[in-house]
Nanobody, 121 residues
Framework: QVQLVESGGGLVQAGGSLTLSCAAS????????LAWYRQAPGKQREMVAV???????NYGDSVKGRFTISRNDAKTLMYLQMNSLKSEDTGVYYC???????????????WGQGTQVTVSS
């Protein structure tokens, strides 16, 4: 099992910056992919940014060029640097980890509890 705890959310003005953190604990050696998702009121949860086991990154179209995902080598910490924030970036941001048990290749999905980001225009 992997536990994920997000921090760093809050209220920021449009055009401002914010950095989210995600701390992973438990069976972190099974973590394969880490990602940030977000869910705006009345909308479906969407992928914001992902970093794979080999460090490759990918971003949702709406945040490309503004957000940067990073993690440490141990995959126990992950960050999301958010710049040039817009009102449409408002939502609950979730930390996600994909776990892979290499003994039987069973996959597991882990989610944090979420942190609120509110961008005022």
């Amino acid at each position: 099992q992997v536990q994920l705890v997000e921090s760093g959310g809050g209220l920021v003005q449009a055009g401002g910056s914010l950095t989210l953190s995600c701390a992973a604990s438990g069976s972190t050696g099974t973590i394969n992919t880490l990602a940030w998702y977000r869910q705006a009121p009345g909308k479906q949860r969407e992928m914001v940014a992902v970093v794979t086991i080999d460090g490759m990154t990918n971003y949702g179209d709406s945040v490309k060029g503004r957000f940067t995902i990073s993690r440490n080598d141990a995959k126990t910490l992950m960050y999301l640097q958010m710049n040039s924030l817009k009102s449409e970036d408002t939502g609950v941001y979730y930390c996600y980890a994909e776990g892979l048990d290499y003994s039987d290749y069973e996959r597991s999905d882990y989610w944090g509890q979420g942190t609120q980001v509110t961008v005022s225009s």
